[in-house]
């Protein structure tokens, strides 16, 4: 990995990290290299990251299963409080299959955490990798994905959009989803004026 391809990949550690609350059990959907986990340390209590290039095992309380999160995750049902997918959705070939898994595997109230390029940075990204600025992993594998789908698809699975903000020049998007309380939040209020 190049040091532009490392200096990308922190910003976006940089723009998702405030949205991870300490102590969570976090679910890093092609982390490869855990590197995430790193960066974020003591504030999560577990990571585990399904990714096919990685290696299966475990170094302490982060974990590594070496496979695709398509068509199945292999976790239970509301296992985890926060997932992330960071430059991997365009990647992805049955992003059904992968909004679906993730409102699965996602506890009440968990927040999936995602990154996604314009469609532009395709173009930079192979003048870069001409100038061996940068090594574009895996550039040839994106989808032609645009980032006006992922609200779409993501709220037609259940999840209800909290936030989306363009960085790095407008090149690069994020989106914030919460998997909403399936119980109703509700309140008795006796004629006295006292919650019950």
Same mark, same amino acid.
């Given at each position: 990995m190049k040091p532009l391809d490392r200096f990308l990949r922190r910003w976006r550690y940089r723009v998702v990290a405030p949205y991870i609350p300490t102590g969570s059990v976090l679910l890093d959907i092609g982390g490869y290299d855990g590197s995430l986990f790193r960066y974020l340390?003591?504030?999560?209590?577990?990571?585990?990251?399904?990714d096919p290039l990685c290696t299966s095992g475990s170094i302490g309380r982060f974990h590594f299963l070496q496979q695709s999160a398509c068509p199945r995750i292999?976790?239970?049902d509301?296992?985890?409080? @926060?997932?992330? +997918?960071?430059?991997?959705?365009?990647? #992805?070939?049955?992003?059904?299959?992968?909004?679906a898994e993730t409102f699965r595997v996602l506890k009440e109230g968990g927040r999936l955490l995602l990154t996604v390029p314009h469609p532009m940075v395709d173009k930079i990204l192979k003048i870069f990798i001409r100038l061996r600025l940068a090594d574009g992993i895996a550039v040839e594998q994106h989808h032609h994905f645009h980032?006006?789908? @992922?609200?779409? +698809?993501?709220c037609s699975y259940g999840? #209800?959009?909290?936030k989306k903000q363009k960085f790095q020049g407008g090149l690069n998007h994020f989106f914030c989803f919460k998997k909403p309380c399936s119980w109703p939040m509700t309140e008795t209020v006796t004629p006295g004026g006292q919650d019950s």
């Open positions: 340390d003591d504030r999560i209590a577990k990571g585990i990251c399904v292999p976790l239970p509301a296992s985890v409080d @926060v997932i992330t +997918l960071l430059a991997v959705l365009e990647h #992805v070939d049955d992003k059904k299959a992968m909004a980032v006006r789908c @992922v609200v779409p +698809l993501f999840f #209800v959009a909290v």
